[in-house]
């Protein structure tokens, strides 16, 4: 067989596997479909009009019907055939999710955000107050507000919108993985949108799915900076700082600190390190003035007791509370007590911590992540520090565990939500750093920053 025949049947045996994955995605969206066209009429979809909407039923086949809608969007995005089907199989998990499997935990905690959120777009349709920095609250409704304009009033509507946001943002952040890599593995994208947690939280209707667009459209950004496409690079970190700061606006500082660091130390125009610095330094000042007027903090003992207090009163909600004895308005107390705080919120809960099935399985993945952290750990090398990469990483998984790990400490059942806004990014992280250095020498992380001595850190296929 020449070389011309190996190409056209390898072409051939493409077009087939993506025809029959194309199919199979087809197939499981009419599964679903006529699956939740029954379900409409069970009694789980019908107790929700007893706490949130008046007629479940309609509002839940409105959901089913938009939800169907966005599946076609999908096969008009602009990547790569496969990516395209990969992201259809991902959005048909969120589909289970949002339309069957959350119904369940909605019914269990009935005082959710997310139906605060869709009484006050209901109840406040067409009058819109505009957004604001950092009002993330006021945002989500003004936003729902906004879709009511042109989508019908129903809540599972709203909570796919978020889903599909949701699922923007695992894109994007499997993009910039394939940049770092210079390669790319549909699988990657698979294990990112499947990840349980990732896959729960990023489809709910609230701000962590916004949140995580905009985190991962930063991430995107520093990719292609590293990537020496500063332009579009530029753009994407402006667009996801502008996104996470209406909406968490102490999460924007947070980004800022990794990105003083790339822009720093791996810029090397001179010209470009100074208008950038001077950018980001900038950025960093406006948020920081907001930040301290919205929480009237005045010096860096009011931070901290400012964080003391709210880390606190996040003990006593739900039934996964826990008090902390360490003063953290204190400096010293506070940074001892900072890696029993960053464990619980990468690490917490573990299994049996919290007694229910949502508890048991977050304690599983957190047991698996647990894992590969400690075989990152044992497979550290000082030369990663030189990846670009990988310090961005680092630096903002360190600076988000100061801020939320008292948070989350405080109140297991919130930890498990609030990883989320770190967890690709940490998934990614440990990864990498915990494969073998030979495991696949012709992948490279940046190969055009980092000789190729010290940049064989690549991710599993």
């Not at 996104?243 to 500082?253: D, E, F, N, Q, T």
């Not at 008292?406 to 967890?423: C, D, E, H, W």
């Amino acid at each position: 067989m020449n070389r011309s025949t190996s190409i056209q049947f390898g072409l051939r045996s493409i077009s087939g596997s993506l025809n029959t994955a194309l199919i199979l995605s087809l197939l499981l969206q009419a599964i679903l479909l006529l699956f939740c066209v029954f379900f409409s009429a069970s009694d789980v979809v019908k107790a929700g009009s007893s706490y949130i909407y008046a007629d479940a039923q309609t509002d839940y086949l409105w959901g089913v019907f938009i939800g169907s809608l966005l599946t076609g969007t999908i096969f008009f995005w602009p990547i790569k055939p496969d990516e395209k089907i990969i992201v259809a199989l991902i959005w048909q998990a969120k589909l289970v999710v949002c339309l069957v499997l959350m119904l369940f935990y909605e019914a269990y905690f009935i005082d959710l955000d997310a139906f605060g959120y869709f009484n006050t777009a209901v109840s406040e349709s067409g009058q819109f107050s505009g957004l604001a920095f950092g009002d993330g609250s006021n945002n989500i409704a003004e936003i729902c507000k906004a879709i009511f304009t042109v989508l019908p009033e129903s809540y599972h509507v709203l909570k796919l919108f978020f889903a599909y946001v949701g699922l923007i943002g695992i894109f994007f952040f499997y993009r910039a993985i394939c940049i770092a890599a210079g390669t790319a593995n549909p699988n990657w994208l698979l294990g990112l949108g499947l990840f349980p947690s990732i896959l729960f939280w990023s489809s709910i209707l609230g701000k962590d799915p916004i949140s995580l667009f905009g985190i991962a459209c930063t991430s995107f950004g520093i990719a292609n900076i590293l990537a020496k496409k500063n332009t579009l690079g530029l753009l994407a970190i402006i667009f996801g700082l502008v996104v996470v700061s209406y909406i968490r606006i102490w999460l924007a500082l947070v980004l800022l600190v990794p990105i003083l660091y790339v822009i720093i130390f791996t810029m090397r125009s001179k010209l470009a390190r100074l208008g950038l610095g001077f950018a980001a330094f900038a950025a960093a000042a406006t948020l920081l003035t907001n930040f301290n007027e919205r929480f009237e903090i005045e010096s860096g003992r009011d931070a901290l007791e400012r964080l003391d207090t709210l880390s606190r009163s996040w003990s006593d909600v739900g039934g996964s509370g826990q008090f902390v004895t360490a003063n953290l308005s204190n400096p010293v107390e506070f940074l001892a007590f900072a890696p029993i705080a960053g464990f619980a919120a990468l690490f917490r809960p573990l299994p049996f911590e919290i007694s229910s099935l949502f508890g048991t399985l977050s304690g599983i993945e957190n047991t698996i992540l647990l894992f590969l952290f400690l075989r990152a750990c044992i497979r550290f090398r000082w030369r990663h520090w030189r990846n670009p990469a990988i310090a961005f990483s680092f630096l903002f998984v360190l600076v988000w565990v100061l801020l939320y790990g008292p948070i989350s400490y405080q109140n297991l059942g919130t930890a498990m939500r609030f990883k989320l806004q770190v967890l690709p990014i940490f998934l990614a992280l440990i990864l990498v750093i915990g494969q073998k250095v030979k495991t696949n020498p012709n992948i490279q992380l940046f190969p055009y920053q980092i000789p190729p001595d010290e940049a064989r850190w690549t991710l599993p296929k």
